[in-house]
Every structure is written in structure tokens, then in C-alpha cells.
């Protein structure tokens, strides 16, 4: 039993350093993901909630296909098409070699599958934020851009705190999908370690179990700034509101 | 749109479709009957099958579905001469069984949540009043709070489907020829982009339609909870009888 956690360690015969490297990857490519996703998301919800007819027409189709695609097929689409896509693009000047960056596709492909998700999030937010709110700003003779930072943002960010939390956390398992494009994260790492070592249970159970530690990890942590965006705000307070 | 592309390969896609269509039917259904039991045991007052069942769950959902895969996959092929013992081998030498069974288990963990969720959601008056009736605990299942719970559950339970559906297009990473598997040989040979767009166009086409018929099944569901005049009153745009 010894024997075979020896693989795990550090060094020219264990696999821990790769499998580690891995982890590094997958936590990195998440966090990348995340600001464009948020930011993506809520523009796309604001357009969803705007007046303009075009802008919530191209909101609502845009949300609607990447929440309906699978994740794998979005991420092949932006992939291998956005390499052809590139290399015309490079064509047109010069006949250059170019390759699209594994990461690089991979934070799209999972941003735009976030952002969809996230501007759902953040549309239903929006609506529970009631108008008076932003009129009240208006009448205290705050700007809009004060309005929207100093009043609306603070109880969006609140309302929306644990959808994008379930989000960040659907993030983080689908980061292992680049695996497949060859992308060295968490999944790709224990692939080679696999094939090199013929103890395919113990090797994926074992990324198993690093990626269930790392949804912990950010279970507290998103708990706890939850908890502090809820400070403030009374209970029976909000349920009067409500009534 | 290239036609004759399209006659090559598009009969093999449609086949690829139905397979993909067993699989998220049969891990769906089995996985549904399968999630009673662990819902239950997470419910119960038993401590030792509710942590069990906690730690089922938190396992299948805090980790990647294709990490799950290739445990199942590649790991059975790790314990051959053992399943061949129980005369089990020749089940998980197929990689649509072992597609089957991981998709069932994990959706049977996201399933029990669900379960649990609407379970908890009912008031405890239903629960006390199935119990002054008389009734079984089996019969206070199945006659006063499943029926109720299904209603509350709809929702989720299509977001589930919906969320099968996507995830079984990672099937095709272990050799299994559903959609995404034929697509990605039908690149693998043409080596023309379009066919990922086809690909893409039925994965919408599928969860849009079951989408469509989820929101038809909840407002029929739900038809004995609204007003019988709801739409007057919505022209109208006034609630009057609102205390």
C-alpha cells in the first residue's frame, strides 16, 4: 500500500511534481476565466434588461446558445475554429505558422460558457433590485455612474454572491475539459501519469479528490464573502420589504 | 453548406444523435430510481447512511464528470481479472456501459440534491397530516409528497436533463459514437470546420425543444395555482383582489 503512494512524491520518480504542476494550471486557467466571464456576463445581461431591441435580441441568443452547447463542443468550435479563423486572418499578410494557445482557447471557450450563465445570474439580480432604489439615488442628486456604484452594484453584487459561487464552482470542473485540447492542467497530468504507470484508478481518483479539495477550498471562501456582503442587511428588514 | 459533406457524414451524425439520446435517457432514468434511495438515506435518521450518502453526493458533484469517466473507464480495465470474477468484465469492457454507468451515478448524486431540496421545501403540516391519517411512511411518500415535491422539482429536474445532455457529449473522449464522438471523427477525416457547426445547431436544437416543453409541462402543472381569471387581471394591468 506503501508502495503506491510513493508515486505521488516529489521528484524524479513520483509523479507529485507533475500532478502539482497540473493543479497550478487548472487553478490558474479558473482564475483567468473568471474577471472576463464576470465582466462579459453582466454586460450581457445589462443588454438583456436594456430598451434597445437589438442589443436583447443579441443577448438572448447569445445566452441561449452557450448554455445549450456542450461545453466540449464550444470549446472544439473556438479551438480549431478560431485557429482556421486566425491563420486566414494571418494569411491575408503573410503565410506564417500560426498556432492558437491551448490556454488561450480554453479561457474563452469556458468564459463564454460562464458569461452566458453569469448574465442569467445577474439579469435575475437586476430584477430584484426594486427602481426606487436607483430613483432614490437620482433624488439624493447622485450621478448615474454614482448610482450605479455606490447603490445598485452593492446590492447586485449581494443577490448575485451564490449563483456565481455555484458558477465559480461548475468553472473549476469544467477547466478539465482543456485536458482534451492538451492543455498540461490537473486531468492531462494525471493522463501521462496514468500511461506511465498502468494505476489508472488510483491516478484519477487521486485528481479526483485534488479537485473535490479545491471545490472545498472555495466553498469557505465564497461562504465567508457571502457572509460579509449580507452584513448590513437585516433580516426581518428585507422580509418587510418583500411584504 | 456543403451538400456533399453533409450526405457523407450526416447520416452517421444522425446515428450518433440516437446514441447520444440512450444515453442520456438511460443514465437519466436509472439514475433517477437510484437517486430515491440516496436521497432518502440523506434525509434519514440513520447518522452512518446519511453521512454515506452526504459524502456520495459531495463526490460526484465536486469533481469533474470526464474525471469520473476515466476512473470508470480506464479503471476498470485496472481490475480486469477481478470483474472477470464476477462475471462483470464483459459490462465495462464496453465504453457505453461505463458511459452509462458513470452518467447514472452522477446524475443519480445531482438528482438526490434535487430530491432532498424539494423534500425539505414541503411544509412539515403535510408530512404530520399524512402521519394523523394513518398512512405508511411508504404511502406518505408516494401519495402527499412526492406528487407535491414533483411539482416544486419540474424545474430542476429539466435544468438536470438539460445538464446530461451536455455532459454526455464527454462520452465521445472514451471512444463512445455519440454526437460529439461522430462529429469529431467526421472532422477527424474532413477536416472541414462546418461539421462542428451542424454538431452544435442539434445540441441546440435538442435542449431548446426540451426547453420549450419543460416551460408547457410547469404551466400546465401549475394551472390549479393560478387564478382562474389571471389574464384579465394581467391586462388590465392592476391586481385588484390583492390583500
Given at each position: 500500500?506503501?508502495?503506491?503512494?510513493?508515486?505521488?512524491?516529489?521528484?524524479?520518480?513520483?509523479?507529485?511534481?507533475?500532478?502539482?504542476?497540473?493543479?497550478?494550471?487548472?487553478?490558474?486557467?479558473?482564475?483567468?476565466?473568471?474577471?472576463?466571464?464576470?465582466?462579459?456576463?453582466?454586460?450581457?445581461?445589462?443588454?438583456?434588461?436594456?430598451?434597445?431591441?437589438?442589443?436583447?435580441?443579441?443577448?438572448?441568443?447569445?445566452?441561449?446558445?452557450?448554455?445549450?452547447?456542450?461545453?466540449?463542443?464550444?470549446?472544439?468550435?473556438?479551438?480549431?475554429?478560431?485557429?482556421?479563423?486566425?491563420?486566414?486572418?494571418?494569411?491575408?499578410?503573410?503565410?506564417?505558422?500560426?498556432?492558437?494557445?491551448?490556454?488561450?482557447?480554453?479561457?474563452?471557450?469556458?468564459?463564454?460558457?460562464?458569461?452566458?450563465?453569469?448574465?442569467?445570474?445577474?439579469?435575475?439580480?437586476?430584477?430584484?433590485?426594486?427602481?426606487?432604489?436607483?430613483?432614490?439615488?437620482?433624488?439624493?442628486?447622485?450621478?448615474?455612474?454614482?448610482?450605479?456604484?455606490?447603490?445598485?452594484?452593492?446590492?447586485?453584487?449581494?443577490?448575485?454572491?451564490?449563483?456565481?459561487?455555484?458558477?465559480?464552482?461548475?468553472?473549476?470542473?469544467?477547466?478539465?475539459?482543456?485536458?482534451?485540447?492538451?492543455?498540461?492542467?490537473?486531468?492531462?497530468?494525471?493522463?501521462?501519469?496514468?500511461?506511465?504507470?498502468?494505476?489508472?484508478?488510483?491516478?484519477?481518483?487521486?485528481?479526483?479528490?485534488?479537485?473535490?479539495?479545491?471545490?472545498?477550498?472555495?466553498?469557505?471562501?465564497?461562504?465567508?464573502?457571502?457572509?460579509?456582503?449580507?452584513?448590513?442587511?437585516?433580516?426581518?428588514?428585507?422580509?418587510?420589504?418583500?411584504? | 453548406?456543403?451538400?456533399?459533406?453533409?450526405?457523407?457524414?450526416?447520416?452517421?451524425?444522425?446515428?450518433?444523435?440516437?446514441?447520444?439520446?440512450?444515453?442520456?435517457?438511460?443514465?437519466?432514468?436509472?439514475?433517477?430510481?437510484?437517486?430515491?434511495?440516496?436521497?432518502f438515506a440523506r434525509l434519514g435518521?440513520?447518522?452512518?447512511?446519511?453521512?454515506?450518502?452526504?459524502?456520495?453526493?459531495?463526490?460526484?458533484?465536486?469533481?469533474?464528470?470526464?474525471?469520473?469517466?476515466?476512473?470508470?473507464?480506464?479503471?476498470?480495465?485496472q481490475f480486469r481479472a477481478e470483474?472477470?470474477?464476477?462475471?462483470?468484465?464483459?459490462?465495462?469492457?464496453?465504453?457505453?456501459?461505463?458511459?452509462?454507468?458513470?452518467?447514472?451515478?452522477?446524475?443519480?448524486?445531482?438528482?438526490?440534491?434535487?430530491?432532498?431540496?424539494?423534500?425539505?421545501?414541503?411544509?412539515?403540516?403535510?408530512?404530520?397530516?399524512?402521519?394523523?391519517?394513518?398512512?405508511?411512511?411508504?404511502?406518505?411518500?408516494?401519495?402527499?409528497?412526492?406528487?407535491?415535491?414533483?411539482?416544486?422539482?419540474?424545474?430542476?429536474?429539466?435544468?438536470?436533463?438539460?445538464?446530461?445532455?451536455?455532459?454526455?457529449?464527454?462520452?465521445?473522449?472514451?471512444?463512445?459514437?455519440?454526437?460529439?464522438?461522430?462529429?469529431?471523427?467526421?472532422?477527424?477525416?474532413?477536416?472541414?470546420?462546418?461539421?462542428?457547426?451542424?454538431?452544435?445547431?442539434?445540441?441546440?436544437?435538442?435542449?431548446?425543444?426540451?426547453?420549450?416543453?419543460?416551460?408547457?409541462?410547469?404551466?400546465?402543472?401549475?394551472?390549479?395555482?393560478?387564478?382562474?381569471?389571471?389574464?384579465?387581471?394581467?391586462?388590465?394591468?392592476?391586481?385588484?383582489?390583492?390583500?
Amino acid at each position: 500500500m506503501g508502495e503506491i503512494f510513493g508515486l505521488l512524491s516529489f521528484g524524479p520518480d513520483g509523479w507529485g511534481d507533475e500532478i502539482a504542476a497540473g493543479t497550478w494550471l487548472t487553478i490558474q486557467l479558473a482564475l483567468a476565466t473568471l474577471p472576463f466571464g464576470l465582466v462579459f456576463g453582466f454586460l450581457v445581461a445589462l443588454a438583456r434588461n436594456g430598451e434597445n431591441r437589438w442589443l436583447r435580441g443579441f443577448g438572448d441568443a447569445y445566452t441561449t446558445v452557450f448554455r445549450g452547447l456542450p461545453e466540449l463542443l464550444t470549446l472544439f468550435i473556438v479551438y480549431y475554429g478560431g485557429q482556421i479563423a486566425l491563420q486566414r486572418f494571418i494569411n491575408l499578410f503573410s503565410d506564417t505558422y500560426v498556432e492558437v494557445s491551448g490556454f488561450v482557447a480554453g479561457m474563452i471557450a469556458l468564459g463564454l460558457v460562464f458569461s452566458a450563465f453569469a448574465s442569467d445570474v445577474f439579469l435575475g439580480a437586476l430584477r430584484t433590485i426594486p427602481k426606487g432604489q436607483a430613483e432614490a439615488g437620482q433624488a439624493l442628486g447622485l450621478n448615474r455612474l454614482q448610482t450605479i456604484a455606490l447603490i445598485v452594484a452593492p446590492q447586485l453584487l449581494r443577490y448575485a454572491l451564490p449563483g456565481l459561487s455555484n458558477l465559480w464552482l461548475v468553472l473549476l470542473k469544467d477547466t478539465s475539459l482543456v485536458s482534451i485540447i492538451a492543455l498540461d492542467d490537473l486531468l492531462r497530468q494525471t493522463n501521462v501519469a496514468v500511461s506511465s504507470t498502468k494505476e489508472p484508478f488510483f491516478f484519477y481518483l487521486t485528481a479526483c479528490l485534488i479537485y473535490l479539495a479545491l471545490s472545498i477550498i472555495s466553498s469557505v471562501a465564497l461562504q465567508a464573502i457571502e457572509a460579509r456582503s449580507f452584513r448590513g442587511e437585516e433580516r426581518i428588514g428585507s422580509k418587510a420589504e418583500a411584504a | 453548406m456543403d451538400f456533399e459533406l453533409l450526405a457523407r457524414y450526416g447520416p452517421r451524425m444522425l446515428e450518433g444523435l440516437f446514441v447520444t439520446v440512450q444515453l442520456v435517457t438511460l443514465s437519466v432514468v436509472i439514475g433517477g430510481a437510484l437517486s430515491l434511495p440516496v436521497a432518502f438515506a440523506r434525509l434519514g435518521k440513520n447518522r452512518w447512511l446519511s453521512r454515506f450518502a452526504f459524502c456520495y453526493i459531495y463526490f460526484f458533484r465536486g469533481t469533474p464528470l470526464l474525471a469520473q469517466v476515466f476512473l470508470v473507464y480506464y479503471g476498470a480495465g485496472q481490475f480486469r481479472a477481478e470483474l472477470e470474477a464476477v462475471g462483470l468484465w464483459w459490462f465495462f469492457r464496453d465504453a457505453f456501459n461505463c458511459a452509462v454507468f458513470t452518467f447514472t451515478l452522477n446524475t443519480s448524486a445531482y438528482q438526490a440534491e434535487i430530491l432532498r431540496g424539494v423534500i425539505k421545501a414541503i411544509p412539515r403540516g403535510q408530512f404530520e397530516a399524512a402521519h394523523a391519517a394513518g398512512l405508511s411512511p411508504f404511502a406518505t411518500y408516494f401519495k402527499v409528497i412526492l406528487p407535491q415535491a414533483f411539482l416544486i422539482g419540474l424545474r430542476p429536474y429539466g435544468n438536470e436533463i438539460i445538464l446530461m445532455i451536455k455532459g454526455s457529449a464527454i462520452a465521445s473522449v472514451v471512444t463512445v459514437f455519440d454526437l460529439m464522438g461522430t462529429t469529431r471523427l467526421a472532422f477527424a477525416r474532413s477536416f472541414d470546420f462546418q461539421v462542428y457547426l451542424w454538431a452544435a445547431l442539434l445540441y441546440l436544437a435538442i435542449v431548446e425543444t426540451l426547453r420549450r416543453v419543460w416551460d408547457r409541462l410547469e404551466i400546465r402543472m401549475t394551472r390549479h395555482l393560478r387564478p382562474a381569471d389571471a389574464n384579465t387581471l394581467r391586462t388590465n394591468g392592476q391586481k385588484q383582489f390583492q390583500t
